[in-house]
């Protein structure tokens, strides 16, 4: 007889956390990749728009990931989400609770 395992909070972020690794990665190494000289006009300018794109969703999956951290942290700690994990984000919020 099998025992099924339990689906756990912790362990799927633990696994998000992985797999946004692997994420973060590729997208840097996109942006690492020179452009191309003989590109010019639109193909050139399309060209810097994608990478400047992969920066920014490079930048978003970065900002999720600590979050996921937080949370990770809150859960082993407390057995349950933070409230107050959400609030620690941007520089707005820091000047608020200053």
């Known amino acids: 007889m099998t025992t099924k395992h339990k689906f756990t909070t912790v362990e799927a972020a633990r696994k998000l956390l ?6 973060i990665t590729g997208l840097i190494e996109e942006i690492k990749k020179p452009v191309d000289p003989d590109i010019v006009g639109a193909a050139r300018k399309a060209e810097l728009s994608s990478i400047k794109q992969s920066v920014v969703d490079c930048r978003e999956l970065l900002q999720e990931r600590q ?8 859960l082993d700690e ?6 107050h994990s959400d609030f620690k984000g941007g520089f707005a919020e820091r000047k608020l609770k200053s």
Request: charged residues 40%; negative net charge; hydrophobic residues 35%.
């Open 78 to 83: 407390d057995g349950e989400i933070s409230q």
């Open 67 to 74: 979050k996921l951290e937080e949370m990770i942290r809150s």
């Open 18 to 23: 992985e797999s946004m690794e692997v994420a």
